[in-house]
Nanobody, 129 residues
Framework: QVQLVESGGGLVQAGDSLRLSCAAS??????????MGWFRQAAGKEREFVAY????????YYAASVKGRFTISREISKNTVYLQMNSLKPEDTAVYYC????????????????????WGQGTQVTVSS
């Protein structure tokens, strides 16, 4: 069982920055054995992919809407993954979720949210214009 706890959300103005954190825990959890992802869900919309980092940290992907503005990273010693969000826009307003799934060398990248086994409760990010 993996527990994920997001933090760092809040209310900011357009152009500001925020850093979200996701602390992972579990009896056998090790960040080098899991792929981690960030997703978001705006009010009235479906949840969408934001960013992904593989078990090795060697593969990183972003949604086109955030590429160049958001950065996913991780701190293995703290079992924490981050999402640095710069140049925030009102359309970035959403609940942001952290997700994790076991991954081994040679495994394919998760195709979508259905491939992630563990989810956090989410943290609200609101960007005012």
């Amino acid at each position: 069982q993996v527990q994920l706890v997001e933090s760092g959300g809040g209310l900011v103005q357009a152009g500001d920055s925020l850093r979200l954190s996701c602390a992972a825990s579990g009896r056998t959890f090790s960040m080098v054995s899991y792929a981690m992802g960030w997703f978001r869900q705006a009010a009235g919309k479906e949840r969408e992919f934001v960013a992904y980092i593989s078990w090795s940290g060697g593969s990183i992907y972003y949604a086109a809407s955030v590429k160049g503005r958001f950065t996913i990273s991780r701190e293995i010693s703290k079992n924490t993954v981050y999402l640095q969000m710069n140049s925030l826009k009102p359309e970035d307003t959403a609940v942001y979720y952290c997700a994790a799934t076991p991954q081994r060398p040679g495994s394919q990248r998760p195709a979508g949210e259905a491939d992630f086994r563990s989810w956090g409760q989410g943290t609200q990010v609101t960007v005012s214009s």
